[in-house]
């Protein structure tokens, strides 16, 4: 295959890091070595979604809730984001009772 612009060259094995850190939302967190003392002491809460690909049930997002103490973690699957506050809501009653 001819080159279109032979007067330009490149290397096939150079990664670009800028393109890569551009392409990321936001920058990722420093990983903490510190833990809450108690069950539900602080709760990691995320929401992720639109995914590009949808389940099978027609689900969207997705809610992520992370115990800080116990690292157990609940993972939501949701048609709308707007499902989201109802999910904590009920998550919340749940871990109170």
């Keep these: ?7 330009i060259s490149s290397k096939n ?3 670009c890091n800028t393109c890569h ?3 990321q ?5 420093a990983n ?8 539900f002491d602080l709760i990691d ?3 992720w979604g639109s995914c590009s690909s949808i389940s099978m049930n027609g689900n969207k997002y997705f809610l992520t809730i992370v115990d800080d103490h116990t690292r157990f973690t609940w993972l ?3 048609k709308n984001k707007s499902k ?3 999910c904590w809501i009920d998550f919340v009653e749940y871990i109170m009772s």
């Design 21 to 23: 850190l551009a392409k």
């Design 32 to 39: 903490s070595k510190s833990r809450t003392t108690y069950r």
């Design 13 to 15: 094995d150079f990664v």
């Design 25 to 29: 939302r936001k920058l990722s967190f």
């Design 76 to 78: 939501f699957l949701l």
């Design 84 to 86: 989201a506050r109802k």
């Design 1 to 7: 295959m001819k080159r279109p612009y032979p007067f």
């Design 45 to 47: 809460v995320d929401i």
